[in-house]
T-cell receptor, first 114, second 111 residues
Framework: AQSVTQLGSHVSVSEGALVLLRCNYS??????LFWYVQYPNQGLQLLLK??????LVKGINGFEAEFKKSETSFHLTKPSAHMSDAAEYFC????????????FGTGTRLTIIP | ETGVTQSPTHLIKTRGQQVTLRCSSQ?????VSWYQQALGQGPQFIFQ???????GRGNFPPRFSGLQFPNYSSELNVNALELDDSALYLC??????????FGPGTRLTVL
């Protein structure tokens, strides 16, 4: 069984400040981990994914995430927030066969303060 | 743009009716997964189709059914609609063991 916990349903940061969105996972097998972003009234866009290669994963739009097995975490960061980063962010886990079902967290809404 | 398209964009139905949602997968992708996203929640896995066969199912009742066609497009059918079926329905396509790419979704409202 797999699950994801996203700490903080709402996060607000000032424009130019560090973005940190937290995700902890539980998995009985080595996991694949994903971050998706959802803009209002749209589908999900893949930001980045961890598939057991490098533990520090770089994604689109300046985002990156680090897989920490000892902490069962996969937190998402961006050094400097931009107004266009305002959206809902979802962390997801799957088994390590890649195309298995995704189990999502409840999401974190990111607000950028001008 | 992922190349995954869904129709219709929005749909309003009444309780007890039946609905069919459609998904065209990205060119070359042979797997389609369907998810339900209730308001304020993360997406929940409904089922997956691989080469026209169901390849896994989430905790949804049998009135949720699907099909995948030879061109790998897919349909999600929901019978006997209930108010709680109101949600955004997302389709994701992928190639066997690769990453899932999502379409824009269909917003279903059940009155």
């Amino acid at each position: 069984a797999q699950s994801v916990t996203q700490l903080g349903s709402h996060v607000s940061v000032s424009e130019g400040a560090l973005v940190l969105l937290r995700c902890n996972y539980s998995s009985s097998v080595p996991p694949y981990l994903f971050w998706y972003v959802q803009y209002p009234n749209q589908g999900l866009q893949l930001l980045l994914k961890y598939t057991s290669a490098a533990t520090l994963v770089k994604g689109i739009n300046g985002f990156e995430a680090e897989f920490k097995k000892s902490e069962t975490s996969f937190h998402l960061t961006k050094p400097s927030a931009h107004m266009s980063d305002a959206a809902e962010y979802f962390c997801a886990v799957s088994g390590n066969f890649g195309n298995e079902k995704l189990t999502f967290g409840t999401g974190t809404r990111l607000t950028i303060i001008p | 743009e992922t190349g995954v398209t869904q129709s219709p964009t929005h749909l309003i139905k009444t309780r007890g009716q039946q609905v069919t949602l459609r998904c065209s997968s990205q060119s070359g992708h042979n797997t389609v997964s369907w998810y339900q996203q209730a308001l304020g929640q993360g997406p929940q896995f409904i089922f997956q189709y691989y080469r026209e066969e169901e390849n896994g199912r989430g905790n949804f009742p049998p009135r949720f059914s699907g099909l995948q066609f030879p061109n790998y497009s897919s349909e999600l059918n929901v019978n006997a609609l209930e108010l709680d079926d109101s949600a955004l329905y997302l389709c994701a396509s992928s190639l066997s063991t690769d990453t899932q790419y999502f379409g824009p979704g269909t917003r279903l409202t059940v009155l």
